[in-house]
């Protein structure tokens, strides 16, 4: 059973639209959730993180996580063209030893956002 | 801003041959951290490191890998024996703490390598 399931897409919307994208995951432990921002021949960047359950805004973007339906969301309002890029989520644990494991990533979603 | 800089930003190799990727992470940073992605896959934890040594390590990281910090400033990772399926885009990440995972956990622009 893989750990995150990201929808790779593409997902095309027109600009102005409200994007969703979301991620679902199995491993229970995963307490870090976080969005990244991909564009192309770059590295990820950061948008989002949220620790544990909940929704957190910042601008056009809010992420939410329901940690009971192992389910998180990030989703854009009044897109963009400059928000085209692949959106990938990210989580992590953190173990008795006080440190977090490596990220565990989804697999990316490529968003258009058309003109 | 502050940026994780990586070295070069293609490489291209023979199948068997060694190969080292270079980064220079931000400079007070005292974490770093590599991560691959194959094409079309997801991006995967290979390896942290601090202090002069391993932190944590994926099961990806093999004995065909190493990473070292020879200075003040670089942090690299070997590859000694390249398989064909080594190739993928390789990301240097840095933060001040330890998986500083809210704003401090910077990547690099990666490396594509390609094992010919």
């Known amino acids: 059973q893989k750990e995150v399931e990201q929808d790779p897409g593409p997902l095309s919307v027109p600009e102005g639209a409200i994007v969703s994208l979301n991620c679902t995951y199995s491993?229970?432990?995963?307490?870090?959730f976080m969005w990244y921002r991909q564009y192309s021949r770059k590295g990820p960047e950061l948008l989002m993180y949220?620790?544990?359950?909940g929704n957190k805004e910042d601008g056009r973007f809010t992420a939410q996580v329901d940690k009971s339906s192992k389910y998180i969301s990030l989703f854009i309002r009044d897109s963009q063209p400059s928000d085209s890029a692949t959106y990938l989520c990210?989580?992590?644990?953190?173990?008795?030893?006080?440190?977090?494991?490596?990220?565990?990533f989804g697999k990316g979603t490529h968003l258009i956002i058309q003109p | 801003e502050p940026e994780v800089t990586q070295t070069p930003s293609h490489q291209v190799t023979q199948m068997g041959q060694e190969v080292i990727l270079r980064c220079v992470p931000i400079s007070n940073h005292l974490y770093f951290y590599w991560y691959r992605q194959i094409l079309g896959q997801k991006v995967e934890f290979l390896v942290s490191?601090?202090?002069?040594?391993?932190?944590?390590k994926s099961e990806i990281f093999d004995d065909q890998f190493s990473v070292e910090r020879p200075d003040g400033s670089n942090f690299t990772l070997k590859i000694r024996s390249t398989k064909l399926e080594d190739s993928a885009m390789y990301f240097c990440?840095?933060?001040?703490?330890?998986?500083?995972?809210?704003?401090?956990?910077?990547f690099g622009s990666g490396t594509r390598l390609t094992v010919v």
């Open positions: 990210a989580m992590a644990a953190m173990y008795s030893g006080g440190g977090a494991d490596g990220l565990t």
């Open positions: 990440a840095s933060s001040y703490r330890k998986n500083q995972l809210n704003y401090g956990y910077t």
């Open positions: 490191f601090y202090n002069n040594e391993i932190s944590e």
């Open positions: 949220t620790y544990s359950s």
């Open positions: 491993n229970s432990a995963f307490q870090y």
